[in-house]
C-alpha cells in the first residue's frame, strides 16, 4: 500500500489530522492499535480552548458540537474558606467551551467513514522504518498478516504508550519528566451539574473538581492515592469524599446518583524533545503529558496538528519545507507554556504528602493573590482560554 501521510494511532490527534489533510486532497491512512468502540469508550477530555473548535470546523466536523456545546465564560475557584470567580470572557474577550472527547472522537470518526477515509484497526507490532531516509515505510500485522505502508511522512499520533515516540534514537531524544505522588479518581453520573460554571476545589482533604459533560450528564473527580483502585471506591464514598472537599454551598445541592464510568488517571508532566525526527513527526500525547489541572491535554494536542497540518498543507501546495522545519520549535514554544500552567496549577490546588506548615501557607498566599490581583486572574485567563497558535 502507500500513501502520503501514515498516521499512527486513531486517537483525537491522528483522527483530527487525517480529516483536516483529507479535505486538502492530501492521502492518509490511519493504523490504530485498538477497536473503534474501545477509543469511543474511554471518557477523557470535556473541556475544548476555541482554537480546538476552530481546527474542527476547518475540518468540517463542527455541526453537531457547535449545536451541541456549552460555552463557559469562566470558572469558580475555592480554596478552604476562599471562594471566587474567574471571569474569563471580561478578562480576555474568549472563552471555553464544554464537549467531551468522546463526542469530537465520535463525529471525527463518522466523518473519516463518510469520505471514505481509511483507518485500518486492531493493527499489532506497528513499526516505522527510514524515518530519517527520503523513504520512510510502516510495517504492521493484523490477524497475523504483515502489511507494508510506503509514505512520503509519518505522524506518531499514538499516545505515551506508542511507539512513535522510541523510534527516535536515544542520542537524539531528550525526555523531560515529572511524576506527581497521587492520581485522579473520575465519576461519570447522569446526573445534573452542581453549578452552571466548573468548580476547582482546594481543600485540606486534597483537590476536588466538578466539571460536566450536558445538562444532564456530570462529569466530578477527586484527588486519590496511587495506590487506589477504582473498585476500591463505592459510589456512596465518593459522594462522601466530594462533598467533603467543595464548599458547603455546592455540597448541600449536589446531585448524587450511580456511576457510570469511574476510572484513576495518575498524573504526570512529560515532555520529549525534538517532536520531529527526519521524516517522523510526534503529535499529542505521543510527545507531551500535562496533568490533567487545567485541562490542556487534548488542547495541546489540537496545537501540534494545528502547525503540523499547515507545514505539510504548505509542503505538498507549494513544495516549501519551512512549516515542518519549524514543526518542532513551534509546538514546543506554546507546550512548554502550557505545562507550566497545568504544573502551577496543580501545585496551587492539590495537597502534597510532603507539605509542611510553610508550604501550605505559601499555597495560600499564592490563591489569595490570584484572588486580590486582576492582572494575575488576567494570566490565568489567558492561559485557561488557551494561548494563540
Ligand atoms: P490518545 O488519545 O492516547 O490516542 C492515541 C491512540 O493511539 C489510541 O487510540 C491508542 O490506542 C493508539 N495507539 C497506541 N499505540 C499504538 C500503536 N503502537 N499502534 C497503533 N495505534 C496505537 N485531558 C484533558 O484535557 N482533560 C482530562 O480530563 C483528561 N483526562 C485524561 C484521562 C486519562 C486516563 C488519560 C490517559 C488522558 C486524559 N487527558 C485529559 C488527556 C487527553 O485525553 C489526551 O491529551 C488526548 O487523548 C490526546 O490525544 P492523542 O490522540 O494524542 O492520544
Ligand atoms: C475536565 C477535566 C479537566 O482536567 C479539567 O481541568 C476540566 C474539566 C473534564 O473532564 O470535564
Known amino acids: 500500500m502507500r500513501t502520503q501521510v501514515a498516521i499512527i494511532g486513531g486517537g483525537p490527534s491522528g483522527l483530527l489530522l487525517s480529516q483536516l489533510l483529507h479535505r486538502k486532497g492530501i492521502d492518509t491512512v490511519v493504523l490504530e492499535r485498538k477497536t473503534k468502540d474501545y477509543v469511543l469508550g474511554r471518557i477523557r477530555a ?56 468522546t463526542e469530537v472522537t465520535r463525529d471525527l470518526y463518522e466523518a473519516r467513514e463518510a469520505m471514505g477515509g481509511q483507518i485500518v484497526f486492531n493493527t499489532e507490532n506497528v513499526t516505522i522504518h527510514g524515518a530519517d531516509s527520503d523513504a520512510p515505510h510502516v510495517t504492521y500485522t493484523v490477524d497475523g498478516t504483515e502489511h507494508r505502508i510506503d509514505c512520503d511522512y509519518v505522524a506518531g499520533c499514538d499516545g505515551f504508550h506508542g511507539i512513535s515516540r522510541q523510534t527516535i534514537p536515544l542520542s537524539i531524544r531528550k525526555e523531560y519528566e515529572k511524576l506527581y505522588p497521587f492520581g485522579w479518581l473520575g465519576v461519570l453520573s447522569e446526573t445534573p451539574p452542581v453549578n452552571d460554571e466548573l468548580i476547582y476545589s482546594g481543600s485540606e482533604r486534597g483537590f476536588a473538581l466538578c466539571s460536566m459533560r450536558n445538562e444532564n450528564l456530570s462529569r466530578y473527580y477527586i484527588q486519590c492515592s496511587l495506590s487506589d483502585a477504582p473498585e476500591d471506591w463505592t459510589d456512596d464514598a465518593f459522594w462522601t469524599e466530594l462533598k467533603r472537599r467543595i464548599p458547603a454551598e455546592y455540597a448541600d445541592k449536589l446531585v448524587t446518583g450511580p456511576s457510570i464510568e469511574k476510572s484513576i488517571a495518575p498524573l504526570r508532566s512529560f515532555v520529549t524533545e525534538p517532536m520531529r525526527w527526519g521524516r517522523l513527526f510526534l503529535c499529542g500525547d505521543a510527545a507531551h503529558i500535562v496533568p490533567p ?30 512549516g515542518i522545519d519549524q514543526y518542532s520549535e513551534k509546538a514546543l514554544a506554546r ?13 496551587l490546588l492539590h495537597r502534597f504528602p510532603d507539605q509542611n506548615a510553610f508550604d501550605l501557607k505559601m499555597q495560600k498566599a499564592d490563591v489569595d493573590f490570584l484572588r486580590g ?17
Not at 335 to 347: L, V
Request: hydrophobic fraction near 35%.
Open 46 to 101: 470535556g473541556i475544548l480552548e476555541v482554537g480546538f473548535v476552530n481546527l474542527m470546523r476547518e475540518a468540517g466536523v463542527a455541526d453537531r458540537m457547535d449545536k451541541e456545546c456549552f460555552a463557559h465564560d469562566g470558572t469558580v475557584i475555592s480554596f478552604g474558606e476562599t471562594q471566587f470567580n474567574i471571569d474569563f470572557k471580561e478578562l480576555t474577550g474568549s472563552n471555553v467551551v464544554v464537549y467531551g472527547q
Open 373 to 389: 490581583n486582576r492582572e494575575a486572574q488576567s494570566v490565568f485567563a489567558q492561559n485557561y482560554v488557551g494561548l494563540p497558535y
Open 293 to 322: 489541572t487545567g485541562a490542556k491535554g487534548l488542547n495541546t494536542a489540537a496545537s501540534d496538528i494545528h502547525y503540523l497540518y499547515n507545514g505539510l498543507v504548505q509542503m505538498y501546495e507549494t513544495g516549501k519545507s519551512d
Open 335 to 347: 507546550i512548554w507554556k502550557a505545562e507550566r500552567f497545568s504544573w502551577s496549577t496543580t501545585n
